[in-house]
């Protein structure tokens, strides 16, 4: 019953294989029953798989479907299996269930599009490679999934690749996502010169038995795990691309850059979080990491025009909260975010990129405003995607992110500092956002309209998500955390109470900025008159972009031009030249001998013969 | 007795082998060899070896110098200039082929007798029996006389595939025939035809 | 005085030099390949001496193989010599040197 867990992965494969090769052929309407049906499916099977898991008592959920031996290399076997487990459950039902709705709005969003059919194949590809990801039942199937959602990502970051800044954009998710992937390969491979196999259940087992907590080893493997997952889930450093990342189209921003593929290092780090529990050094790391990536996303959103970048820095904001959470052990509490997280903002982004529809491919919020009435549907659902990501109770991004806070109170005050002013920030610019773009009058004189129904309906049914989901954890309706196995966070009164009062307070400073007297056209933001250089600080993000091209790029370019230029060039081409030169000199020389009479061969092979029989004679 | 006998027949295979090198007309050439192997085929059978001297007149100066002289008649080619401008070449030819066959002579030129002390008449009389040789081919070089029937059929259809004019090279000789009737030159023909062997009579 | 197999090896051993020195100096491409056919017969001469001379039927069945590649060598030979001409109407090995370096 269980292996039918590969059909989740071949469905979206199957779409992958008929859109690729059959696409242009079958035309945009075939192509959109295939891609989102395909997907469909898959969270249909998911779906069914998951609800019969839940019928088993706890200690029995996990089911692994080996297929094959992948890598057979003498001790070092790797099977390319699946394992569903309470915590791949939540990974696949998010997945297909979000990557359907999206794909269902894409159908909208992406129609008359000349790349139409491959837009759906590389769809269908990143979710079979999400999947792979999360069902991999070691680390290398996993890491499998790991590249191949890279991959996607460059492709899809880069689907306009006409525009410079597409590509630019997707070169640079792709390098840094590199960087990211080295460190976790490192950490793969001393994982398995530590414990000898790959596979997860064995490690989790051999490290509990043979590991104590604080080991270097132990602490060395998560550190290294760590650099993948910042690369992936976009925490400093690494966190650079994803905000460039919205040259993609706006779907694609919601599925990977906000919905699944960035939640990649979250589940991985909640996968090992035996590892992690035992190297309580790395958790203060990753804590650290998680809430300095909250702040620094979170007070850059503040000052951003575009509204994709606004929601690109809150979803890397975002998830610094749920690394932070990892980092402090609270693994169910950074899952339990990362579900909520995935409705809500996967609802923002739709929603932006309906707005983006709207009015005619324009993404500067200074040209929107007053959209509340031309696009009720999208502006109704923003609104509770956006309460949400405030984290206004009783939505969802209420429960989710108090759980972290609560964590962050009881362990470690200073993380809870920095979470608690990121929260007041994202409260803030995201109440800025929608006044900005809803509110007030028409800043500019395109004739806004609202999106067709196939773009709608996936906004509304994210949105009934995004306002229950949290109850999927509140004690007495639901158990999020029990059913992964963790500690079920109790309601902190007092830190919910703050939060609460927190968020109110952010929207209302967002409303007597931007809502009491609208922004007029040509009018300076109020934010930027009241702070001046600071707001410029922001807006040009810390110049961490300019920081890392004078500090990293710059030397590493002369670097490369030297070593391409004069050593590449002068004295490895010179070398190599030089070789070519004297061959072919000497074979200059050398082919008078092939006069192309025949008899003259004849004559050397009798040579030979006659010299040869002096040898074999005279031995 | 025997002995005058082989001298007069090796001088004769001799004669044949130098008349076939330095003959001037191929057609002379292909006369002299035959003459050799008809030669040799009595040294064969001095050797008791008939079948192979049989094997020996009919197949090669039967068979084969009738084909050589087909194909010499065939292409006028009884006349091919002598002089070379390969100037070494018969000088080098010459002193190579001697060491040659010094080497080869100081190699296998151990007197060996004809009848040495293992073989006895009985065995001599096996080896002029075709059926021991039958039963040899067919039993222990079954596989290699499968084999050379195999090669002859390949053979056959290679010599077939390569001497059958191809469609392009027919719509050439039209071609150039019919240039040849407008113009009524040799200089058109041999612009729009390079090989002019293409206008002979040809197979 | 007997005669010997050295007799008939000498003889085998002058008539393929005659054969080389045929290959070598000759521009008759159909020469040319008859002198290889007198190689091979100095070859099989030299088979059957060494046969009759070790009392076995082996070296008879090397000349009957060799026989019969004489025979499809002939075939093809004989066929490409024609094809050649075609092309080129020359019957002279000197004058098919387009391999030159």
Redesign the interface.
Known sequence: MFDLVVLVILLPLLGVIVNAFFGRRLGERWVSYIGPGAVGLSFLVALILVLSLAGLPVDQRHHETILWTWIPIGNFQVDLGFLLDPLSAVMILIITGVGFLIHIYSVGYMHGDPRFARYFTYLNLFVASMLTLVLGNNFLVLFMGWELVGLCSYLLIGFWFERVSASDAAVKAFVVNRIGDFGFILGVMLIWTTFGTLHFTEVFEAAEKSLQSGAPVAIAITLLLLIGATGKSAQIPLYVWLPDAMAGPTPVSALIHAATMVTAGVYMMARSHVLFELAPFTGQVVAWIGAATALLAASIGVAQYDIKKVLAYSTVSQLGFMVAAAGMGAFGAAMFHLTTHAFFKGLLFLGAGSVIHGVHDEQDMRKMGGLRSSMPTTFWTFVVAALALAGIPPLSGFFSKDEILATASSQNIGIYLLLTIAAFLTAFYIGRQVLMVFFGQARSDVHAHESPRVMTIPLIVLAVFAAIAGFFNLPGVGSFSGWLGEQAGELNLAVAAISTLLALAGLGLAWLLYGRSPVQQDQRDPLAVRLGPVFTLLERKWYVDEIVDLTIARPFKALCSFLAGEMDLGIVDGFVNGVAWLVSLFSRWL??????????Y??AM??G??LL??YV?TR | MESIFFYATAAIALIGAIGMVLSRNAIHSALFLVLNFAATSVLYLMLNAPLLAVLQVTVYAGAIMVLFLFVIMLLNAENVSVDSH?RW?PI??LI??G??LV??V??VGRPLPLNPAGVTPETLNQLADPRVLAQFLFTDYLLPFEVTSLLLLVAMVGAVVLTKARPAQKRDQRRVRFADQVEGSEGASAVMSEPQGENRPVA | MAVSVTNYTVLSAMLFTIG?IG???R?NAII?FMSIELMLNAGNLAFIAFSRAFGSVDGQIFVFFVLTVAAAEVAIGLALIVTIFRSKNTAD??D??????
């Open positions: 082919r008078t001998i092939q006069t192309g009479f025949v008899r003259s004849a004559l009798l040579l013969a006659v029989i002096v004679a | 390969l070449q080098a030819a190579l082929g060491l040659l080497e080869t100081v190699t | 080389i290959v070598l100096t521009r040319v090995i000197d098919i040197s387009t391999m030159r370096g």
